[in-house]
């Protein structure tokens, strides 16, 4: 089992930037890929970045690509989400999904296990 924590979200303004952080616990961190979700009101939850469990490798969505960054830290079992350039189009709730082995996850089937989410607004 893997329990997900994640923080950081807000209110920003368009043009501005966040960092959101995702604790896991349960099983040792650096067995398994990290990825970011979201899910704005009406939509399917939707891919947003994905990163190896070393961090040498990062996939991300074509609509954040060159604004956010996924990176982690194994020693602190801490996967984090820097978002820049944020648009209203980001607006959502942003979850933290964890694979169930170390082959990277883009798609909700694949996922082993989610965070609760953390809700980011971004007015224009």
């Not at 997900?4 to 959101?20: C, K, T």
């Not at 995702?22 to 947003?48: D, H, I, L």
């Not at 942003?94 to 989610?114: L, S």
Request: charged share 15%; net charge positive.
């Amino acid at each position: 089992q893997v329990q997900l924590v994640e923080s950081g979200g807000g209110l920003v303004q368009a043009g501005g930037s966040l960092r959101l952080s995702c604790v896991a616990s349960g099983r040792t961190f650096s067995s398994y890929a990290m990825s970011w979700f979201r899910q704005a009101p009406g939509k399917e939850r939707e891919f947003v970045a994905a990163i190896s469990w070393s961090g040498g490798s990062t996939i991300y969505a074509d609509a954040v690509k060159g604004r956010f960054t996924i990176s982690r830290d194994n020693a602190k079992n801490t996967v984090y989400l820097h978002m820049n350039s944020l648009k209203p189009e980001d607006t959502a709730v942003y979850y933290c999904a964890a694979a169930k082995t170390r082959v990277v996850v883009t798609t909700t089937p694949n996922v082993g296990y989610w965070g609760q989410g953390t809700q980011v607004t971004v007015s224009s």
